[in-house]
């Protein structure tokens, strides 16, 4: 069990810096076909990279698989517009950092304990020392990282569900490919206008390539970790989102913005340190476990054979009998 939680939590970080690293990327090419072009071309090129891995056949769906899908698909389409229209304005640190908001939010809706409740509470803190609003802000751009938010809590959800009912990436795929195609005349549009340039297109394919590895290891680490695991991890986004807007934008970080990163890393640390609590829970179901395997009979009882008592007959098959013994002179009984 350690080892999973261990491999979702790798693969939530590797999410968080591709995701981040592809949203810097799409940055560069607002100037050319604005927030929906870069989410255009981002979805079409997710979707051309899901689909030959996933090869999904939707006509195979069933109803309770196709309306987490179609969700889904809804949610893309307006989470990805809503975020980059933030980035635009307000920049991708903070656009970041208010769209974690959402998986705070999944971590304060399903905490079970107060360790993780105070995580939750004391990243968002450290969300706050990032951003530190003020009387200047952009509220615009502001709403549309709140919500860019929501739509991430309810990415989570979602994409949780669709990992139970579908195998693989199937659910994830066709949910792209949706998204691509609502997004489709805007592509149109913008190549009949001759603003797609080719340094455009660049940009916007590379986000589309570094979003759709994301996608992917989300739902992975949904397999694994809890949702409200996952929403508490997604709070290193806004550090990532920092990191790369530095590297690749040119942005800046203040004191109170590295005070806010060390906050949230502090957090994911605590959070993952095992409790007393939890140990307990773990050796108590270990000896749970125990117990029950100890109350099996490792073979039938009355000498028969073992795949009969496996298979749960009532009626364990007679052993072997001998010739001249009571039991072959017995009658044989029905169960």
């Known amino acids: 069990m350690r080892s999973r939680r261990l491999t979702g939590i790798a693969t939530m970080l590797a ?35 899901l689909l030959p891995m996933a090869r999904p056949d939707p006509r195979r769906f069933t ?12 949610v893309f389409a307006v989470m990805n517009l809503s975020l980059y229209s933030a980035v635009e304005r307000i920049g991708l640190g903070l ?24 995580c939750a ?49 199937e659910g994830l795929a ?9 997004y489709l005349p805007v592509a149109v549009i913008l190549l009949i206008q001759g603003r797609m340039t080719g340094a455009a297109l660049g940009w916007a394919a590379v986000a589309g390539v570094l979003s759709a590895l994301p996608y992917a290891g989300d739902l992975i680490a949904l397999r694994t970790v809890p ?63 125990g117990s029950r395997r100890s109350a099996v009979p490792a073979g039938n009882p009355s000498g028969g054979s073992r795949a009969s008592w496996r298979r749960g007959s009532r009626t364990p098959s007679a052993p072997t009998a001998t010739a001249g013994s009571p039991t072959a002179a017995a009658p044989r009984l029905s169960g």
């Open 95 to 118: 656009a970041v950092t208010l769209e974690v908001l959402g998986p705070l939010a999944v971590a304060l809706l399903g905490s079970r304990t107060r360790k993780d409740l105070a």
């Open 174 to 182: 066709v949910a792209t490919s949706l998204s691509a195609m609502g």
């Open 15 to 49: 999410s968080a810096s591709a995701n981040q690293a592809g949203a810097a990327a799409g940055a560069h090419a607002f100037a050319a076909v604005g927030p929906a072009g870069v989410v255009a071309v981002r979805q079409l090129v997710a979707a051309a990279v």
């Open 63 to 74: 109803w309770s698989q196709w309306w987490p899908t179609l969700l889904l698909a809804g």
């Open 227 to 289: 949702a409200q695991v996952f929403g508490m991890f997604m709070s290193v986004h806004p550090v990532f989102a920092a990191v790369f807007g530095l590297l690749l934008l040119g942005q800046d970080l203040h004191a109170h913005e590295w005070a806010g990163i060390a906050i949230v890393i502090s957090v994911l640390g605590v959070s993952n340190l095992p409790s007393r609590r939890r140990g307990e829970d773990l050796r108590r179901r270990s000896d749970a476990d």
């Open 121 to 169: 509470v004391a990243a968002g803190a450290g969300v706050y020392v990032l951003v530190l609003p003020g009387a200047s802000s952009d509220y615009v751009g502001i709403a549309c990282g709140l919500v860019a938010a929501g739509c991430w809590a309810a990415y989570i959800l979602l994409n949780r569900l669709i990992g139970v009912r579908l195998p693989g990436v």
